[in-house]
């Protein structure tokens, strides 16, 4: 069956730096677009970041454009989420999601 496990979140301050990952099985991987969300008590939840199938094209939200890189490895069935100078308001859930299925998710806080 499809899994997406997600790890790398934590406690960071502002400024800091996480690595998001996201562990993809159960499907043929490198076919499907991937995408990063996250989702606050308060926010619906939002798409951070996306990439195409061969990780050839990215998007962002315009919140996190020039500080967050989505990235991916088809021969390791991963997805990367690096995230750098954090701010109190990404902190989140963030999820992976990819072929119609979402990740349990991993926390990120920002704060000092």
């Known amino acids: 069956q499809v899994q997406l496990v997600e790890s790398g979140g934590g406690l960071v301050q502002p400024g800091g730096s996480l690595r998001l990952s996201c562990a993809a099985s159960?499907?043929?991987?490198?076919?499907?677009?991937m995408s990063w969300y996250r989702q606050t008590p308060e926010k619906e939840r939002e798409l951070v970041a996306s990439?195409?199938?061969?990780?050839?094209?990215?998007n962002y939200a315009d919140s996190v454009k020039g500080r967050f890189t989505i990235s991916r490895d088809n021969a390791k069935n991963m997805v990367y989420l690096q995230m750098n100078s954090l701010k109190p308001e990404d902190t989140a859930m963030y999820y992976c999601y990819g072929r119609s299925y979402w990740g349990k998710g991993t926390l990120v806080t920002v704060s000092s």
């Open positions: 990439i195409t199938s061969t990780g050839g094209s990215t």
């Open positions: 159960g499907f043929t991987f490198r076919m499907y677009g």
